[in-house]
């Protein structure tokens, strides 16, 4: 025993003085959490957390392309388009590079972090005249520079590009579709619409994308960092810390089957705690995520335990009595032992103007 005490006293001497005294390492510090928002299986797609509308100092974005893809990656971001603006670009003295160099600078650090990064651009002309627009999926941001806008949406939708409409409402004292934006989605280059824009949400958007079947998008159109903005939305720490982001719903995880489900409209609007899109999507996210199980029945009352499977927060009612189910996170409710079904209505998700889904299970 004594021998065993001189040995453990001679390793914690040694061990001191291996210690540098001018210099010690954190090693652990240096590494990052990546905080994902759970998301189930939805009708067999797998759904992909996206974001198709940030900037960088390469037009007026106040961060360097490599930096946007670190941050999406802490975020639990899957899909990131970087989509500098092609007429406003500020620090043009400063910075070099062409139209794509935002993207060729980005592109390593996306592979790196398992980040799939899509090309694009943002068109952006005179907000109420023509608008904003974002190119996606182009092979050349350099060839949609043209003078005339419908040139320039011609030029991206040539190679290929998915094109939407940004913020309808922002600068505007209304939500409002010119002569020029409705030119465009009638002739087929524009097929997609912000229904919600960094801090901004637009119902009569949300109406447009299904009256005229343009796929939803939610974007954070970060120019700052997002950490910035989530703060002072949030100085309390209250509410959620995810960032808006579309909800693509794909049958693989490829640049393919991003643009496939953009394609056939397979996307919903998530932002602060909202989802808005198609019905039938709302629904089948919800079904996914919220599972009934009972739990004891005590006379003429059974209870159910509640989960959410999901890491979105769920408000909804159950006759006039509203419940919210966190993201992760169970209730337990009480129901009459003779009820064969509970219709639940979902006040946090939109489909139009002021009208929420209403969802049916039947209990077993």
Same mark, same amino acid.
């Given at each position: 025993m004594r021998c065993l005490l001189s040995i453990i006293l001679v390793t914690v001497h040694l061990g001191l003085f291996a210690l540098n005294v001018n210099k010690q390492n954190f090693p652990e510090k240096k590494n990052f959490n990546r905080v994902e928002m759970a998301l189930p299986k939805v009708n067999g797609y797998t759904v992909l957390r996206c974001?198709?509308?940030?900037?960088? @100092?390469?037009?007026? *974005?106040? @961060?360097?392309? /490599?930096?946007?893809?670190?941050?999406?990656?802490?975020? *639990?971001?899957?899909?990131? #388009?970087?989509?500098?603006?092609?007429?406003?670009?500020?620090?043009?003295?400063?910075?070099?590079g062409d139209l794509n160099a935002s993207y060729e600078l980005a592109l390593p650090v996306a592979q790196e972090y398992g980040i799939m990064l899509i090309r694009g651009t943002e068109v952006t002309r005179k907000q109420g005249v023509i608008g904003h627009f974002n190119a996606l999926f182009i092979k050349d941001a350099n060839a949609v520079e043209q003078t005339d806008p419908e040139k320039?949406?011609?030029?991206?939708?040539?190679?290929? #590009?998915? @094109?939407?409409?940004?913020?309808? #409402?922002?600068?505007?004292?209304?939500?409002?579709?010119?002569?020029?934006?409705?030119?465009?989605?009638?002739? *087929?280059?524009?097929?997609?619409?912000?229904?919600?824009?960094?801090?901004?949400?637009?119902?009569?958007?949300?109406?447009?994308?299904?009256?005229?079947?343009?796929? @939803?998008? /939610?974007?954070?159109?970060i120019h700052w960092t997002i950490n910035d903005v989530l703060e002072s939305h949030f100085p309390d720490g209250t509410g959620t810390a995810f960032r808006p982001m579309t909800l693509v719903f794909v049958n693989q995880k490829s640049e393919e089957g991003v643009r496939e489900a953009l394609d056939n409209r397979r996307t919903l609007a998530y932002f602060y705690g909202n989802v808005a899109g198609e019905e039938k999507w709302l629904k089948s996210l919800f079904l996914a995520s919220v599972q009934w199980e009972k739990v004891s029945e005590r006379g003429k009352s059974i209870s159910y335990r509640v989960t959410n499977l999901s890491g979105i927060q769920y408000k909804f009612t159950i006759g006039g009595t509203q419940y919210i189910l966190d993201g992760g996170a169970s209730i337990q409710i009480s129901l009459p032992a003779a009820q064969r079904e509970v219709v639940m209505h979902i006040l946090n998700m939109h489909y139009y103007e002021g009208k929420h889904p209403v969802v049916s299970m039947v209990l077993g």
């Open positions: 974001d198709f509308h940030t900037h960088t @100092v390469f037009s007026d *974005g106040l @961060v360097w392309p /490599a930096y946007r893809v670190g941050e999406a990656w802490i975020q *639990g971001l899957d899909v990131l #388009a970087i989509t500098d603006h092609i007429e406003y670009r500020p620090f043009k003295e400063y910075v070099g320039a949406l011609q030029a991206a939708y040539d190679q290929g #590009a998915f @094109v939407m409409y940004n913020h309808p #409402a922002w600068a505007l004292d209304t939500c409002l579709q010119t002569e020029f934006q409705q030119a465009m989605i009638d002739k *087929g280059l524009v097929r997609g619409i912000e229904v919600f824009n960094n801090d901004e949400f637009y119902p009569r958007a949300l109406s447009w994308s299904r009256d005229q079947q343009l796929t @939803v998008f /939610a974007s954070s159109d």
